[in-house]
């Protein structure tokens, strides 16, 4: 597809009214209801459930991952999201480092960032030779394919970002200090380098999309949007089923009459005056003079 097409087609894909709060809660709570449905069932089965997500920085991963777990178990959804490799694992196999943490009977496993590094950072950053990264994709779609023939369900996510809304994104994670800690050196570095980023990607996605184990591409600059559609897609893409439960009631109790705590007993104070000290203690070391 040349760029022009691919750039209508992405305006028609991405070109969709925002989403107000109040109705995209509304519809993750439905999804929640379905991921909860589909965690009881890969449980009760024995299913064994891997999902990978990829992408640039700042294409929304971790939002993604979070929407995705925040009502569900983590026994039963697990997030990995690996550091750097040791000395050790630098003289692993390069796959056996991911491998521990494939699903077992009754899991869901999640990777933000997987053994796609390769393919991805450590090719364009130069932490592997280009033989390296060519080998690792002549060899990734074997092992994806006894993961499968295993029995494990593997869907694999590349969230797509534009140049402008990215710049948007890492801008405002300088700005706000909540977020400063998801700026790193690297992500600065690997910024300026855009096309070799999509030359990688390219090459990826030519070398593993196959029938076994196909990327599933989301336009992500609406973020909400794309949450909504990833699990939207997630959920249609498993054969679950809802497992029955009886009713649930509470049991009878006896409560005795409560006794008052100990006085030694430390009490956590309210936040609120400890919030204002704190501002106060700020306010007065940035003003020494007590100046207006």
Not at 153 to 165: A, D
Request: hydrophobic share 35%; proline share 4%; with cysteine.
């Amino acid at each position: 597809m040349n760029q022009a097409a691919d750039k209508t087609r992405r305006s028609k894909e991405t070109d969709v009214p925002k989403l107000k709060g109040r109705e995209y809660e509304e519809k993750l709570r439905k999804l929640h209801v379905e991921l909860v449905k589909l965690q009881e069932w890969v449980k009760r089965e024995g299913k064994k459930v891997c999902v990978v997500f990829e992408g640039r920085d700042g294409a929304g991963k971790g939002g993604v991952i979070k929407a995705i777990t925040e009502r569900v178990s983590p026994r039963v959804f697990r997030v990995v999201a690996l550091a750097a490799p040791t000395e050790r694992e630098k003289s692993q196999m390069y796959v056996q480092r991911y491998m521990q943490h494939f699903p077992s009977a009754g899991e869901i496993v999640i990777f933000d960032r997987s053994w796609y590094n390769r393919a991805g950072v450590e090719r364009v950053m130069g932490f592997c030779t280009e033989d390296q990264a060519k080998g690792f994709l002549r060899v990734v779609p074997s092992v994806e394919k006894a993961m499968v023939d295993s029995g494990i369900v593997l869907l694999k996510y590349w969230l797509e970002v534009s140049p402008e809304e990215q710049t948007s994104r890492l801008t405002a994670r300088i700005d706000d200090k909540r977020k400063i800690w998801k700026l790193s050196q690297m992500d600065l570095d690997s910024y300026a380098r855009w096309n070799d980023y999509t030359r990688c990607r390219d090459d990826m996605f030519q070398a593993t999309d196959t029938a076994w184990a196909p990327w599933f591409i989301a336009r992500s600059d609406n973020k909400r949007q794309a949450r909504l559609n990833i699990i939207a897609h997630l959920l249609s893409s498993i054969p679950y089923k809802k497992v029955p439960r009886g009713d649930v009631k509470l049991p009878k109790r006896k409560v005795a009459r409560s006794k008052p705590l100990r006085a030694s007993l430390k009490i956590v104070p309210q936040a609120y005056d400890r919030a204002s000290r704190a501002t106060q203690r700020t306010r007065a070391a940035e003003n020494p003079g007590g100046r207006r």
